[in-house]
């Protein structure tokens, strides 16, 4: 496997890989230098077999999205808009309960939930979009609210950041969804999403989470002002993290999409980029089981190109996703069952359904 690698200054890093000694930022700046990318996802694909085999994973979920109304105004999101702006929408509860009802049928296991900051919104609001979900399916796992999210609650409820998880977790709550960090970059958070909580306080709330008992995904957003240093930070921080409480279930990069927002002149993230990204996080990451290649970011078919580059899960039929297809993304809104299954068989992995914490189904 080691003829694979064409770029010399990789021959130390694969030894480190087949070796099973962790790789350093160094090296990771190494990897994103080099245009080696089929070396590159030899090696991380040599780590995803190591891990998992054939098996590709895939979940039964349904997005619900309870508002775009959103007080922070990041830079490079289409979703949002303030009160009053045209295509700005809350839903009710009885809004929340027919989106269920009319999916009744289908059998789904996980509920992936998230929204603005949409500061009209009272505690309860939150608690009853939980119990509701939990009243139309109560076998379902809900996995909802970001750290930012769970910041503001905690900031609205008047309560502890600890007993705002508490009582979240009560009414439902059992995971997490690893968006809101985007980069852990002071830098970048400056110059895109300064109204957003810091790197420092989202990693203070994830381990407040994982304390509690609730896992949850980590992402990083590229492809927009970051740099190549930024993103090996952002891999370490998350690591490190991982060390300490090993409450992440999953990594996702999310390759970020500029139409419509106010990054406009931003070109979008190549194939070549996608894919090194996800062998990167691999490599790097390996102290996470699991590294996604998010179908409705990247699109389908370069999700399934991945599963070869250090990927070993296409996230789920997500059902209705609205933030990214805002963006811009011509991906699917939603894929059935079957059609994430013939993607993964295709390609020549064996297609594997699984609960929200990869208990196979």
């Not at 130390?12 to 099973?20: A, D, N, Q």
């Not at 980069?183 to 420092?200: E, N, Q, T, W, Y």
């Not at 070993?312 to 699917?332: N, V």
């Amino acid at each position: 496997m080691e003829d694979m690698i064409t770029d010399n200054q990789l021959k130390g890093i694969s030894e480190k890989v087949f070796s099973g000694i962790r790789l350093d930022a160094d090296d990771a700046l190494l990897l994103y230098k080099s245009n080696d990318i089929i070396g590159i996802g030899h090696l991380a694909d040599f780590v995803r077999r190591k891990r998992h085999g054939k098996k590709a994973f895939f979940v039964y979920n349904q997005h619900l999205n309870y508002t775009n109304v959103c007080i922070n105004h990041c830079r490079f999101c289409a979703y949002s808009r303030s009160k009053g702006q045209p295509g700005a929408f809350t839903l009710t509860i009885e809004d929340v309960r027919k989106k269920l009802s009319d999916r009744i049928a289908e059998p789904i296991t996980e509920i992936h939930m998230v929204g603005g900051i949409n500061p009209e919104l009272p505690f309860e609001y939150y608690l009853d979009l939980l119990k509701t979900i939990k009243e139309i399916r109560a076998d379902v796992t809900i996995k909802a609210f970001t750290a930012v999210e769970i910041d503001h609650l905690a900031g609205i409820s008047g309560l502890s950041l600890e007993k705002t998880i508490d009582i979240l977790k009560g009414a439902g709550l059992e995971m997490i969804p690893g968006g809101g960090a985007e980069v852990l970059s002071a830098r970048v958070r400056d110059k895109l999403f300064p109204r957003k909580i810091g790197h420092d306080r989202w990693l203070e709330v994830i381990t407040k989470i994982h304390s509690a008992g609730l896992t949850s995904n980590a992402t990083m957003l590229y492809g927009h002002i970051e740099t190549l240093e930024e993103r090996v930070k952002h891999f370490i921080r998350l690591r490190s993290l991982q060390d300490k409480t090993n409450g992440f279930t999953a990594f996702i990069p999310l390759a970020f999409h500029s139409q419509n927002t106010l990054l406009m002149d931003i070109a979008s993230t190549t194939a070549f980029e996608d894919l090194k990204n996800i062998a990167i996080a691999r490599l790097m990451l390996d102290n996470f089981d699991h590294i996604k290649a998010y179908w409705v970011m990247i699109g389908e078919k370069l999700a399934q190109t991945a599963l070869a580059f250090g990927a070993d899960d296409l996230d789920g039929t997500i059902i209705e996703e609205k933030i990214t297809h805002m963006a811009g993304a011509t991906s699917s809104k939603g894929l059935t069952r079957q059609k994430i299954r013939d993607m993964i068989q295709s390609a020549g992995w064996e297609a594997v359904e699984r609960d929200s914490f990869y208990n196979e189904i």
